[in-house]
């Protein structure tokens, strides 16, 4: 039999309790970690931020604004008009049109509307058909090749992308059977 003092076993038992306990604390069950969301410093509840925005896709711009829409739209047609109208080339074709100013307003007014409906700008054009509007006015595919320079200019002049000014004028080429009558 295994001698030994009652102290002796005493500081024992209390060294194997103090162990186990300390054991059974350690791996006791976690305390909960603060919610990030909800218990930011420990006092009042933290506000949730905003659920996160759906992104609006963002719609194209139709050649229509990229020309400036209707300011700029109408901008470029009055530019484009003075310069037919100064135009030596063009003097057969628009001199009865520059001296009377009802026509002149409803031509500019035309090709504004007509400029806005083929380029994405949601008019209505209410003008005349090419081929009626260029009747009887005999124009020559020289005329037709000085009008296409002008309005070249003017795009040059407003600055206008060149993917955007064959847009127009593969659309414009598309008129010149209907404008230029044999
Ligand atoms: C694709 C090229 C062209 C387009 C898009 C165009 C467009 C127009 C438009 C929208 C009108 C007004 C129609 C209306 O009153 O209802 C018009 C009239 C007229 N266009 Fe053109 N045009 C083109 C080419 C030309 C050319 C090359 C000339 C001469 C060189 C010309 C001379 C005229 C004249 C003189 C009028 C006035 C007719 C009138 O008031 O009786 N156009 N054009």
């Known amino acids: 039999m295994r001698k030994g003092t009652f102290a002796g076993d005493r500081e024992r038992w209390l060294a194997v309790v103090l162990a186990l ?6 791996c006791g ?12 410093d420990g006092g009042s509840p933290a506000e949730l931020p905003p659920p996160p925005q759906q992104a609006t896709p963002a719609v ?14 109408g901008q ?31 031509f500019r007014e035309m090709l504004a509307e007509q400029l806005c409906a083929e380029t994405g700008g949601g008019c209505t054009y209410a003008g005349k058909e ?7 006015l005999r124009i020559t595919n020289a005329e037709w090749h000085v009008f296409i320079e002008k309005f070249t200019e003017i795009l040059v002049e407003r600055k206008v992308e060149e993917d955007d000014q064959s847009e127009i004028f593969s659309m414009l080429g598309k008129m010149q059977k209907e404008v230029v009558l044999k």
């Open 29 to 40: 069950p976690p305390h909960p970690a603060p919610h990030p969301l909800t218990e930011g």
């Open 21 to 26: 306990g300390f054991a059974v604390g350690a």
């Open 60 to 73: 194209p711009k139709t050649l229509y604004d990229r020309l400036g829409g209707k300011e700029g739209v």
């Open 76 to 106: 470029l047609i009055e530019a484009f008009v003075q310069k037919l109208y100064g135009e030596k080339r063009l003097n057969r074709a628009f001199a009865k049109l520059k001296k009377d100013a009802a026509r002149d307003t409803k």
């Open 130 to 136: 090419m081929k009626i509007a260029h009747k009887g």
